[in-house]
């Protein structure tokens, strides 16, 4: 809003910087991507930390608690009584943050927020039951992932006939393989944002498990956004070039901001939990961001640890069922190290530790192919 604002000045906004003496060259900073970004994350670091404590109070009040599972590790039993739905606020002030100094003429960004949404509603339902319809089920999985699978469908298909998205699939470490797989990408896609989002979902467990390497994944795909939408350095890297592509590094610096916040007081011990609100629609716009910045194999090290959760759950799962013995002593893979001993903050310190490499690791392919 402020780009189209202050930097492209409608008719009647040029008496105002006239009479105030502005010059457009003051006000050019506002086109810039970069500074766009920092002052989105900024701006949602700011509105959480300012309303983050009367948050947790209002929630505290409406009773909106976290409910704790009786079967795992014994030290959890005193998180009774938290309040969770934090992610409510998580994604206000990103979107107030968006609505300031992102570019609303670019279709990426109304897609990525468009299908943040529409997940942002359904972990809201399966809140809105367990939180207060005190149904610890939630939204059942036979209605939860038609439902991501559906909103994900949408945006791909918008992504891929409406805007014409380039259906070429990118490898790590190999410039000339480039395949194009037509229409599967579409399903493709789709899988991808939906198990993004089940991914994160699933990390949040313990106490800044998330915020963690969420921070660490959104600010590495904000770089390949912003690389991606560079053609000049697009081309030297010899990555895809996407025109306009750039502009998702400002949501990216957003949910940066926003997570920070966040964290702030969701650190050990939180004072308040994310939610299905907050994580669904958080790996979801990780998800689509992946894809559209054409670095969507490189999800699988970008957001390491949210894959071995998902792994661990998946594989606790397979075994139990077909062999009737459990691999960890218990999925997902945090509260295995949980209930070997390890001090709640020294997994969430040493599982960030791995997603900060992950990261780096990620950034190298950058020259490495």
């Known amino acids: 809003m402020l780009y189209h604002l202050l930097y492209k000045f409608p008719d009647w906004f040029a008496p105002i910087v006239h009479a105030l003496g502005w010059e457009r060259g003051g006000l050019n900073v506002v086109?810039?991507?970069t500074f766009r970004t920092f002052m989105a994350l900024f701006?949602?670091?700011?509105?959480?930390?300012?309303?983050?404590?009367?948050?947790?109070?209002?929630?505290?009040?409406?009773?909106?608690?976290?409910?704790?599972?009786?079967?795992?590790?014994?030290?959890h039993l005193k998180k009774e009584g938290t309040p969770t739905m934090g992610g409510l606020l998580l994604w206000l002030s990103i979107g107030i943050a968006l609505a300031l100094w992102a570019r609303w003429d670019n279709w990426y960004v109304i897609l990525l927020v468009g299908?943040?949404?529409?997940?942002?509603?359904?972990?809201f339902f399966d809140d809105y039951r367990k939180v207060i319809l005190r149904d610890h089920h939630g939204l059942r999985a036979r209605y939860k992932f038609p439902l991501q699978l559906a909103v994900a469908g949408v945006g791909m298909l918008i992504l891929f006939d409406a805007l014409g998205f380039d259906r070429h699939l990118a490898f790590p470490f190999a410039k000339t393989l480039f395949p194009s797989i037509g229409?599967?990408?579409?399903?493709?896609?789709?899988?991808?944002?939906?198990?993004?989002?089940?991914?994160?979902?699933l990390t949040d467990g313990l106490d800044g498990l998330v915020a963690g390497p969420g921070i660490m994944a959104y600010l590495t795909y904000a770089v390949?956004?912003?690389?991606?939408?560079?053609?000049?350095?697009a081309g030297y890297l010899q990555i895809p070039f996407i025109p306009g592509i750039g502009e998702l590094t400002v949501v990216g610096g957003a949910v940066v901001g926003g997570l920070?916040?966040?964290?702030?007081?969701?650190?050990?011990?939180?004072?308040?939990?994310?939610?299905?609100?907050?994580?669904?629609?958080?790996?979801?716009?990780?998800?689509?961001?992946?894809?559209?910045?054409?670095?969507?194999?490189?999800?699988?090290?970008?957001g390491g640890i949210f894959v071995l959760e998902t792994?661990?759950?998946?594989?606790?799962?397979?075994?139990?069922?077909?062999?009737?013995?459990?691999?960890?002593?218990?999925?997902?893979?945090?509260?295995?190290?949980?209930?070997?001993?390890?001090?709640?903050?020294?997994?969430?310190?040493?599982?960030?530790?791995i997603a900060l490499v992950l990261a780096l690791l990620s950034l190298t392919t950058l020259k490495l192919r």
């Open 311 to 353: 792994v661990s759950v998946i594989v606790q799962v397979i075994s139990f069922k077909c062999t009737g013995k459990r691999v960890f002593r218990m999925a997902p893979l945090h509260h295995h190290y949980e209930l070997k001993g390890w001090p709640e903050s020294k997994v969430i310190v040493r599982f960030w530790i």
């Open 183 to 201: 229409w599967w990408y579409l399903l493709f896609g789709s899988l991808v944002v939906v198990g993004a989002s089940n991914a994160v979902n």
């Open 31 to 33: 086109r810039y991507i």
């Open 43 to 75: 701006t949602a670091l700011l509105i959480y930390s300012c309303i983050g404590k009367r948050m947790v109070r209002w929630l505290r009040r409406r009773q909106f608690w976290q409910a704790v599972r009786d079967d795992g590790p014994i030290t």
């Open 260 to 302: 920070i916040g966040f964290l702030w007081f969701n650190a050990h011990p939180a004072e308040i939990f994310m939610g299905d609100v907050g994580s669904l629609p958080l790996g979801a716009a990780l998800g689509i961001m992946a894809v559209m910045t054409k670095h969507e194999l490189l999800l699988l090290v970008v």
């Open 115 to 123: 299908v943040t949404f529409g997940f942002g509603l359904i972990g």
């Open 224 to 233: 390949f956004a912003y690389l991606a939408g560079h053609a000049m350095i």
